[in-house]
């Protein structure tokens, strides 16, 4: 079934350094979803990826899209504790054409 | 709006007792996700409703897992008897239509002894 890479498993910043966590997939991906999830919380959603190539930006975040469309990253400029958590990407696959969610990078930061 | 509720938030049994889990999602969400979460992984889908059918059940281990979404709003998740590899979050989400950005609720701390 369809799978995705996350790399890296667990990131360590000092506030105030960047992070950029990646997403890659053996397989053209038809669309990709970033979700956050801060310690003890549930996923909150916060981007769906279509078109290859596609740049998104939200506040110090930004999202790519892959020219090939399979693999994304996201980019947290000036990291603050606030960004502490977990982020997954998510992507349509597999029987049934369900959400597969990677394993996740786990955010850290150090103030 | 209000978001997906799910209830309880902990519970502790002991194995091979039965424990249900209920979710209310969003109004107006036709589709409805149970999904799994192991510590330290992502979410894992056990189960699928558009309304009121189960489109997608592929992963829900059926010989102790039910579930139900009467009337297309309200589920329940019900596991008959536990085992110890249960524990874990469940975690209810629904969206708009399939394909569609998921909302979460706070999941289920599902702790077997």
């Not at chain 1, 597969?100 to 850290?108: D, K, M, P, Y």
């Not at chain 2, 059918?53 to 139900?68: M, N």
């Amino acid at each position: 079934g369809q799978q995705v890479m996350q790399i890296p498993q667990y990131q360590h910043v000092q506030e105030g350094e960047d992070f950029t966590t990646y997403c890659n997939s053996s397989t053209t991906l038809s669309n990709i979803q970033w979700y956050k999830q801060r310690p003890g919380g549930h996923p909150v959603f916060l981007i769906q990826l279509v078109k290859s190539g596609e740049v998104k930006k939200q506040k110090r975040l930004t999202f790519q899209f892959g020219e090939a469309k399979k693999n994304s990253s996201l980019h947290i400029t000036a990291t603050q504790t606030t960004d502490v958590g977990t982020y997954f990407c998510a992507v349509y696959g597999g029987y049934g054409n369900k959400l597969v969610f990677g394993a996740g990078t786990i955010l850290r930061v150090k103030s | 709006e209000a978001g997906v509720v799910q209830s309880p938030r902990y519970k502790i049994i002991e194995k091979k007792q039965p424990v249900a889990f209920w979710c209310n999602p969003i109004s107006g969400h036709n589709t409805l996700y149970w999904y799994r979460q192991n510590l330290g992984q992502g979410p894992e889908l056990l189960i699928r409703y558009e309304n009121e059918e189960a489109v997608d059940d592929s992963q829900l281990p059926k010989d102790r897992f039910s579930a139900e979404r009467l009337k297309g709003v309200d589920s329940t998740l019900k596991i008959q008897p536990a085992e110890l590899g249960d524990s874990a979050v469940y975690l209810c989400a629904s969206s708009l239509y399939s394909n569609q950005p998921q909302h979460f609720g706070d999941g289920t701390r599902l702790s077997i002894l």
